[in-house]
T-cell receptor, first 113, second 114 residues
Framework: GENVEQHPSTLSVQEGDSAVIKCTYS??????FPWYKQELGKGSQLIID?????GEKKDQRIAVTLNKTAKHFSLHITETQPEDSAVYFC????????????FGDGTTLTVKP | EAGVAQSPRYKIIEKRQSVAFWCNPI?????LYWYQQILGQGPKLLIQ????????DSQLPKDRFSAERLKGVDSTLKIQPAKLEDSAVYLC????????????FGSGTRLTVV
């Protein structure tokens, strides 16, 4: 089955700096890669996603890049703010898996004011 | 639109007791998932429903866990009897249908087994 590895497990940055979280996946059939933000006491929120026919996608301060050959994808947050502090999860899904997503173990991002 | 509703938010039980969690997905979402998230790990799929049918329950410990989605809307997840290692957050998620759609997660139920 699919295996997703996520690094780093913790990340601390100064407000205004950039943050990068990286994930690798094992199943070459995976073709959909969402990122979720999990805040304490709240449900996980989909923040951005990318499909395998696209190499990069951007939404304001958040961007995701995908390298299908190397089987890795990354989340980039620019101009970080304290409210970006949360746990971020990457996931990978293949159409052949009927919508089942495999998640990484999460990255705890702390943005220091 | 209303989000995914889950209850209770917290539950503390003794080992060997039983517990049930409830989930109400977003209206119209055909696919419903139950995930188990152990502290420090990513969510792990327990069971996936498409309408009221089970699509994938390969990771569900069926000797103690059961789930149902009557009428293809609400769902309940039950553990009987609970073990210490069942302590985790149980997340319910829904999506319009299976495929390349992101999930909408509920806030989860934090279960502590003592």
């Amino acid at each position: 089955g699919e295996n997703v590895e996520q690094h780093p497990s913790t990340l601390s940055v100064q407000e205004g700096d950039s943050a990068v979280i990286k994930c690798t996946y094992s199943d070459s059939a995976s073709n959909y890669f969402p990122w979720y933000k999990q805040e304490l006491g709240k449900g996980s929120q989909l923040i951005i996603d990318i499909r395998s026919n696209v190499g990069e996608k951007k939404d304001q301060r958040i961007a995701v890049t995908l390298n299908k050959t190397a089987k890795h994808f990354s989340l980039h947050i620019t101009e970080t703010q304290p409210e970006d502090s949360a746990v971020y999860f990457c996931a990978a899904r293949a159409d052949t898996n009927a919508g089942k997503s495999t998640f990484g173990d999460g990255t705890t991002l702390t943005v220091k004011p | 639109e209303a989000g995914v509703a889950q209850s209770p938010r917290y539950k503390i039980i003794e080992k060997r007791q039983s517990v049930a969690f409830w989930c109400n997905p977003i209206s119209g979402h055909a696919t419903l998932y139950w995930y188990q998230q152990i502290l420090g790990q990513g969510p792990k799929l327990l069971i996936q429903f498409q309408n009221n049918g089970v699509v994938d329950d390969s990771q569900l410990p069926k000797d103690r866990f059961s789930a149902e989605r009557l009428k293809g809307v609400d769902s309940t997840l039950k553990i009987q009897p609970a073990k210490l290692e069942d302590s985790a957050v149980y997340l319910c998620a829904s999506s319009p249908r299976s495929g390349d759609y992101g999930y909408t997660f509920g806030s989860g139920t934090r279960l502590t087994v003592v």
